[in-house]
């Protein structure tokens, strides 16, 4: 299967009449093997939208694809494969500095523990 | 294994109210919220409320969450858990929680369930595809987190959420293509409809969504209208070009702790699904669990507060606390029933009348 690695442009607020976005550390995860930034401690579907990616796992039956729906740990739409670790909620799961995501196929992977720091040694 | 006297979880208005009027009474209290902060729904209205005079309303949500929080805040017999979701309350009372990374066990004399609702699915063809999202998952991603869920979207439903959620979406500069409302007339405040349509936007009313289109995520909709009977009208089909869309086609109470503690649950569509059966103090068929807010009934933030109040002084009142709790419950179920008056708390009163025992 052809992944999309790409769906679209960022789409990171800039600039908002009523709420202020605090600026945030910047780290380097990997999304698919490759290498993309996002802001400490916000959502993982948050850094992924930055960096214009939308399509977050695909289902076990039909291999739909699958995205974002509730945002708050509610529906599991979101579920990826997190360092090694399938079925995490990215919605609610916080970016860390060398995180290794990967889109989920069916019911995922176990891979263990994995970092995208340690891979780059 | 902890354990407090009364447990609250949810700690959005309802849940933090009843946490004041509990603790001001006495007793000491845990407040619990899945969210890295408290606030619930709140934190993400950047609109000025409606609602009562009493209850904030004129102030930004935002800010409402503030003045709230800060009051919880001041007490010292309230303990707040936050990034700590419930899990299950078990038969013997016990209540596990996921606190960050650690599984805790919590007990407590009286339980108070506050968790609000959710939002509804909307059959359609595609409607699993990404960029089909909740009005609340846009709201969450937009105002907590600063990022916009696509560029042009079409909005599902014409309620005062659909309105506002619209609104907000234009502030954050994102294109709304149109609102569509299945009923013939759109069911949110004209306030709020006003300042959509004066930036252009289009409320169709009579429309429905038909599918979305796209493979890997939405890249379009059609919508047609519907006839007097709510059916789909052949050749009225029209393809909008946009890449989200967001329902915004009603609210359900979250009430899998409700069912998991066994209380009495019957479904009754005014408050939007599934709910507990209650007395009126808000206590549910199981003894020592107590319900407010939108998880007892979709309303809205006012009556989610006093709901609120109502049920931590009932707790604390059953707990033997008792500084006026009586007197004071009393003026909250006037001030409710001020509320619930009129034409505006029909639905929420055949609701209620089905609900009571
Ligand atoms: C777009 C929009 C606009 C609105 N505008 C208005 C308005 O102008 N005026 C008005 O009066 N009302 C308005 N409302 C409605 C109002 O926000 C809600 O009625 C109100 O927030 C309900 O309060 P609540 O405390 O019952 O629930 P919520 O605010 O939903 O809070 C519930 C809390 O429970 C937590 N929770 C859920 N499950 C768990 C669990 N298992 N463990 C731990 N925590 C859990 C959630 O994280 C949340 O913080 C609006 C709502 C929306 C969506
Ligand atoms: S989008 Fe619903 S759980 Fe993440």
């Known amino acids: 299967m052809d992944f999309v690695l790409f769906d679209g442009k960022s789409l990171r607020i800039i600039e908002h009449p009523i709420i202020q976005f605090p600026i945030k550390r910047e780290v380097t995860f990997t999304f698919e093997g490759k290498k993309l930034k996002g802001y400490e401690g916000e959502p993982i579907v948050a850094a992924l939208y930055a960096n214009g990616i939308k399509v977050l796992r695909y289902s076990p039956k039909d291999h739909r694809p699958r995205g974002l729906f509730c945002a708050v740990g509610n529906c599991s739409s979101c579920l990826m494969e997190v360092n090694g670790e399938p079925n995490v909620r990215v919605c609610v799961e916080e970016l860390k500095e060398c995180m290794v995501i990967k889109r989920q196929v069916g019911k995922g992977t176990f891979r263990g523990g994995e970092s995208s720091c340690k891979v780059q040694k | ?357």
């Not at chain 2, 998880?295 to 709901?307: C, L, N, P």
């Open chain 2, 1 to 357: 294994m902890q354990s407090t006297e009364i447990a609250i979880i949810g700690g959005g208005p309802a849940g933090m109210c009843a946490a004041q009027a509990a603790a001001e009474q006495g007793a000491r209290v845990t407040l619990i919220d899945r969210g890295k902060q408290l606030g619930g729904q709140l934190v993400k209205q950047t609109h000025r409320f409606f609602g009562s005079e009493y209850e904030y309303a004129g102030i930004r949500g935002i800010h409402i969450a503030n003045i709230l929080e800060d009051a919880v805040r001041k007490l010292d017999n309230i303990e707040i858990k936050i990034d700590s979701t419930v899990l299950a309350i078990y038969g013997d009372g016990v209540i596990t929680i996921e606190e960050g990374e650690n599984y805790k066990k919590l007990t407590s004399k009286k339980t108070i369930i506050s968790t609000g609702a959710s939002e509804k699915m909307l059959v359609f063809t595609n409607n699993d595809l990404p960029g089909v999202y909740g009005a609340g998952a846009v709201q969450t991603l937009m105002n907590e987190h600063g990022v916009i869920p696509g560029e042009n979207v079409l909005m599902i439903g014409a309620g005062n959420i659909g309105l506002i959620v619209s609104y907000q979406l234009i502030q954050a500069g994102v294109k709304v293509a149109a609102v569509i409302e299945a009923a013939p007339q759109f069911g949110g405040y004209h306030v709020h409809a006003a300042k959509i349509k004066r930036i252009g936007v289009p409320i169709l009313t009579s429309h429905t969504i038909k599918e979305a289109i796209g493979k890997e995520f939405v890249e379009g909709a059609v919508i047609c209208r519907l006839d007097a009977n709510w059916k789909q009208i052949a050749g009225t089909e029209k393809k909008l070009d946009v890449d989200v869309i967001c329902l915004a086609v009603g609210l359900s109470p979250l009430v899998e702790l409700l069912w998991h503690a066994g209380c009495q649950m019957k479904y009754v569509p005014q408050p939007g699904g599934y709910v507990a059966l209650r007395d009126r103090d808000l206590q549910t068929t199981v003894p020592g669990i107590y319900i407010a807010g939108d998880a007892s009934g979709v309303e809205e933030a006012s009556s989610a507060m006093i709901e609120g109040k109502i049920a931590g002084l009932s707790a604390a009142e059953a707990l033997g606390y008792n500084k006026n709790a009586s007197h004071m419950k009393a003026k909250y179920m006037e001030e409710i029933n001020i509320l619930r008056a009129g034409n505006v708390g029909k639905k929420v009163r055949e609701g209620l009348k089905m609900l009571a025992v």
